[in-house]
């Protein structure tokens, strides 16, 4: 049996986006999760450490930068909202937060979070742990989630 040619070079094409995606991420991570010259710092976490660091860690706020809608179907226990759409943080929902806590920053996949990441460091948070996949995969390991009384959400009648 012989693999048609059309279909080693899809597979083949298929391999080669992959690895640059990796590559890309790679690159994209080293630059954003390190330890900055004043002490801050941001670290990627994969979600098994992500949900370790949630137990351990008593003074985490989970900062979600998703869409209010979609903080408002289901989101972390204890999360707060501060949107990130258009290249633009919403900091009403983080306001009162204290910048020198850690947090745990997400939004559904990682890649929303991490464009946030850097307007995050400027609004001043100091200790910045970042679920690499996001929700999903928080989910999908067993984190615990909550979903908000409905009376309680912005659109409630």
Request: charge should be neutral; hydrophobic fraction near 40%.
């Amino acid at each position: 049996m012989t693999i048609p040619a059309t279909t080693l070079i899809v597979i083949g094409a298929l391999v080669l986006i992959i690895l640059l995606w990796h590559l890309f991420e790679f690159t994209w991570d080293n630059r954003q999760f390190k330890r900055r010259e004043n002490g801050s710092f941001a670290k990627n976490l994969h979600t098994t450490g992500a949900l370790r660091i949630f137990k351990q860690e008593t003074e985490l706020t989970p900062v979600d930068v998703r869409p209010s809608e979609q903080f408002h179907k289901v989101h972390l226990p204890g999360a707060v909202n501060a949107p990130f759409e258009d290249g633009k943080l919403d900091t009403k929902g983080i306001a009162e937060l204290d910048r020198s806590k850690p947090i745990l920053l997400y939004c559904e996949g990682g890649y929303r979070s991490r464009r946030a990441l850097p307007a995050i460091l400027e609004d001043g948070f100091t200790e910045v742990y970042h679920i690499n996949r996001g929700i999903k995969m928080w989910r999908f390991f067993g984190g615990a989630s909550e979903t908000p009384d409905p009376s309680t959400t912005p659109d409630a009648s």
